[in-house]
C-alpha cells in the first residue's frame, strides 16, 4: 500500500533563511509526487509536482523539490523564505490505480520568525 | 466565484443528527473527491467520484455517505454525527484529461463540530 510520511510536524526558520521540508514515500512503482501548501482557513493549493523527466521540479513562489528514488524521498525546498510562506505544507502520491485519487502525509507546519 | 464551493463553511451540530455538506464546481471536471482533515493526520480521503455513475470508498468511509447528483455536484452525508467526525472536511476535482498528474482543486472546507 502507499503512504508518505512526513517528519517534521512543525519547523520555524528565520525570515531570509533556506527551508527543506522533508517527505518520503512508499510505493513499489515510480509515483506520481505532489506538494501542497494550505494558508490559514483556506483550502490547499499545488506548489508543484513529479510524474517524469527532470527529477529537480520547480514550483510556484520560488518553491522547488528533488525526486530522490534511492531514498524514496521527494524534499521540498526554498532558497529565502518569506513571511507570506508560514503555512502548513502537505505531500502526496498518486498512483496508477488510484484514478487520481492521493494520498497525503501528514503535514508541516511553517512558522516564520522576523 | 470560487471554482470548488462548499456550503455550509462551519456547522455545529449534536450527536445522532443528519448533517450533510454540500460541493458544487464551476470546473467542468468529472472527478470529485472528499477529504477529511485531522490535525496530526494529513488529509485522508472518504470518498471519490470519477462521473455521475462512478463513486468509490475512500480511506475512511465507514459512517458517510454520498450523493453524486450531477457533473457539478457531490454531496458527503453523515447519516448519524458522532463527535470523532469532528474535523474539517474539503471537497475537491480534478481533470481525467490530465492523466494521474491533474492538479487536484479544494474548496475552501468545511468546518464541523459535533457535540
Known amino acids: 500500500a502507499q503512504s508518505v510520511t512526513q517528519p517534521d510536524i512543525h519547523i520555524t526558520v528565520s525570515e531570509g533563511a533556506s527551508l527543506e521540508l522533508r517527505c518520503n514515500y512508499s510505493y513499489g512503482a515510480t509515483p506520481y509526487l505532489f506538494w501542497y501548501v494550505q494558508s490559514p482557513g483556506q483550502g490547499l493549493q499545488l506548489l508543484l509536482k513529479y510524474f517524469s523527466g527532470d527529477t529537480l521540479v520547480q514550483g510556484i513562489k520560488g518553491f522547488e523539490a528533488e525526486f530522490k528514488r534511492s531514498q524514496s524521498s521527494f524534499n521540498l525546498r526554498k532558497p529565502s523564505v518569506h513571511w507570506s510562506d508560514a503555512a502548513e505544507y502537505f505531500c502526496a502520491v498518486g498512483a496508477n490505480n488510484q484514478g487520481g485519487k492521493l494520498i497525503f502525509g501528514q503535514g508541516t507546519e511553517l512558522s516564520v520568525k522576523p | 466565484d470560487a471554482d470548488v464551493t462548499q456550503t455550509p463553511r462551519n456547522r455545529i451540530t449534536k450527536t445522532g443528527k443528519r448533517i450533510m455538506l454540500e460541493c458544487s464546481q464551476t470546473?467542468?471536471?468529472?472527478?470529485m473527491y472528499w477529504y477529511r482533515q485531522d490535525p496530526g493526520l494529513g488529509l485522508r480521503s472518504i470518498y471519490y467520484s470519477f462521473d455521475v455513475k462512478d463513486i468509490n470508498k475512500g480511506e475512511i468511509s465507514d459512517g458517510y455517505s454520498v450523493s453524486r447528483q450531477a457533473q457539478a455536484k457531490f454531496s458527503l452525508s453523515l447519516e448519524s454525527a458522532i463527535p470523532n467526525q469532528t474535523a474539517l472536511y474539503f471537497c475537491?476535482?480534478?481533470?481525467?484529461?490530465?492523466?494521474?498528474?491533474?492538479?487536484?482543486?479544494f474548496g475552501e472546507g468545511s468546518r464541523l463540530t459535533v457535540l
Open positions: 475537491a476535482t480534478s481533470d481525467p484529461g490530465q492523466g494521474l498528474g491533474g492538479e487536484l482543486f
Open positions: 470546473k467542468g471536471h468529472d472527478r
